[in-house]
Protein backbone atom coordinates (compact mmCIF):
# COMPACT_ATOMS: atom_id res chain seq x y z
CA UNK A 1 0.00 0.00 0.00
CA UNK A 2 1.31 3.19 -0.36
CA UNK A 3 -0.29 6.83 0.80
CA UNK A 4 0.52 9.75 -0.96
CA UNK A 5 -0.52 13.31 1.04
CA UNK A 6 -0.34 16.70 0.07
CA UNK A 7 -2.36 20.30 0.86
CA UNK A 8 -0.48 22.14 3.95
CA UNK A 9 0.90 25.11 3.94
CA UNK A 10 1.17 28.42 6.07
CA UNK A 11 -2.74 29.73 7.41
CA UNK A 12 -3.16 32.47 9.55
CA UNK A 13 -4.92 31.62 13.18
CA UNK A 14 -8.45 30.74 12.54
CA UNK A 15 -8.20 30.10 8.58
CA UNK A 16 -8.79 26.80 7.04
CA UNK A 17 -6.86 23.83 4.84
CA UNK A 18 -7.47 20.43 3.70
CA UNK A 19 -5.55 17.79 3.61
CA UNK A 20 -5.59 15.02 1.02
CA UNK A 21 -4.61 11.56 1.41
CA UNK A 22 -4.66 8.88 -1.90
CA UNK A 23 -3.85 5.22 -1.19
CA UNK A 24 -3.08 2.97 -4.01
CA UNK A 25 -1.75 -0.75 -4.40
CA UNK A 26 -3.40 -3.65 -2.12
CA UNK A 27 -6.09 -1.18 0.29
CA UNK A 28 -8.19 -4.47 0.03
CA UNK A 29 -6.43 -5.19 3.54
CA UNK A 30 -6.96 -1.65 4.54
CA UNK A 31 -9.74 -1.60 7.87
CA UNK A 32 -9.01 2.23 8.58
CA UNK A 33 -6.69 5.20 7.76
CA UNK A 34 -6.18 7.58 10.39
CA UNK A 35 -3.86 10.96 10.72
CA UNK A 36 -1.43 11.90 12.86
CA UNK A 37 0.81 15.52 13.43
CA UNK A 38 4.43 15.58 14.87
CA UNK A 39 5.02 18.91 16.03
CA UNK A 40 9.00 20.05 16.79
CA UNK A 41 10.55 18.40 20.27
CA UNK A 42 7.05 16.19 20.24
CA UNK A 43 5.55 12.86 20.25
CA UNK A 44 3.35 11.62 17.44
CA UNK A 45 0.00 12.05 18.38
CA UNK A 46 -3.33 11.38 16.55
CA UNK A 47 -5.72 13.11 15.06
CA UNK A 48 -8.43 11.79 13.49
CA UNK A 49 -9.28 8.21 12.27
CA UNK A 50 -11.68 6.74 9.61
CA UNK A 51 -13.37 3.21 8.63
CA UNK A 52 -12.66 2.16 5.21
CA UNK A 53 -16.47 1.84 4.34
CA UNK A 54 -16.13 5.69 5.69
CA UNK A 55 -19.21 5.27 8.44
CA UNK A 56 -16.84 5.73 11.68
CA UNK A 57 -15.10 8.35 12.55
CA UNK A 58 -13.07 9.20 15.52
CA UNK A 59 -11.16 12.41 16.76
CA UNK A 60 -8.39 13.58 18.82
CA UNK A 61 -10.45 15.50 21.74
CA UNK A 62 -8.23 18.94 20.76
CA UNK A 63 -9.19 19.05 17.31
CA UNK A 64 -13.11 17.93 18.05
CA UNK A 65 -15.27 20.72 16.13
CA UNK A 66 -12.68 21.86 14.29
CA UNK A 67 -11.60 19.13 12.39
CA UNK A 68 -13.05 16.81 9.80
CA UNK A 69 -12.08 13.40 8.25
CA UNK A 70 -14.07 11.83 5.47
CA UNK A 71 -13.55 9.23 2.70
CA UNK A 72 -14.07 9.60 -1.31
CA UNK A 73 -14.61 5.84 -1.60
CA UNK A 74 -14.33 5.83 -5.52
CA UNK A 75 -10.65 7.32 -5.98
CA UNK A 76 -9.51 5.95 -2.35
CA UNK A 77 -9.02 9.06 -1.09
CA UNK A 78 -9.12 10.34 2.73
CA UNK A 79 -9.79 14.28 3.72
CA UNK A 80 -8.79 16.20 6.04
CA UNK A 81 -11.17 19.67 6.70
CA UNK A 82 -9.08 21.35 9.12
CA UNK A 83 -11.24 24.80 10.20
CA UNK A 84 -10.48 27.05 12.92
CA UNK A 85 -6.81 26.57 12.91
CA UNK A 86 -4.98 27.53 15.90
CA UNK A 87 -0.83 28.02 16.34
CA UNK A 88 -0.52 24.70 18.66
CA UNK A 89 -2.15 23.05 15.26
CA UNK A 90 1.36 23.65 13.71
CA UNK A 91 2.71 20.21 12.97
CA UNK A 92 3.52 17.95 10.15
CA UNK A 93 0.67 16.09 9.75
CA UNK A 94 0.97 12.48 8.48
CA UNK A 95 -1.76 9.60 6.82
CA UNK A 96 -1.59 6.67 7.86
CA UNK A 97 -3.39 3.42 7.17
CA UNK A 98 -3.87 -0.51 9.07
CA UNK A 99 -6.50 -3.09 9.89
CA UNK A 100 -7.55 -2.13 12.87
CA UNK A 101 -9.09 1.31 14.67
CA UNK A 102 -6.73 2.63 16.96
CA UNK A 103 -5.11 6.22 18.27
CA UNK A 104 -1.91 4.71 18.49
CA UNK A 105 0.83 5.05 15.68
CA UNK A 106 2.61 1.90 15.93
CA UNK A 107 -1.10 -0.05 15.08
CA UNK A 108 -1.02 1.48 11.79
CA UNK A 109 1.06 -0.24 8.87
CA UNK A 110 1.66 2.07 6.40
CA UNK A 111 2.43 5.73 6.14
CA UNK A 112 2.52 8.44 3.98
CA UNK A 113 5.30 11.40 3.86
CA UNK A 114 5.03 14.04 5.73
CA UNK A 115 2.96 17.19 5.09
CA UNK A 116 3.89 20.60 7.05
CA UNK A 117 0.71 22.87 8.43
CA UNK A 118 2.23 26.24 9.56
CA UNK A 119 -0.44 28.73 11.23
CA UNK A 120 0.38 32.10 12.56
CA UNK A 121 -0.58 33.74 15.17
Known amino acids: VQLQACGGGLVQAGGSLRLSCAASGRTFSLGFMGWFRQAPGKEREFVAS????????SYADSVKGRFTIAKENAENRVYLQMNSLKAEDTAVYYC???????????????WGQGTQVTVSS
Open 50 to 57: ISWSGTRT
Open 96 to 110: AAGVLRSVIASSYDY
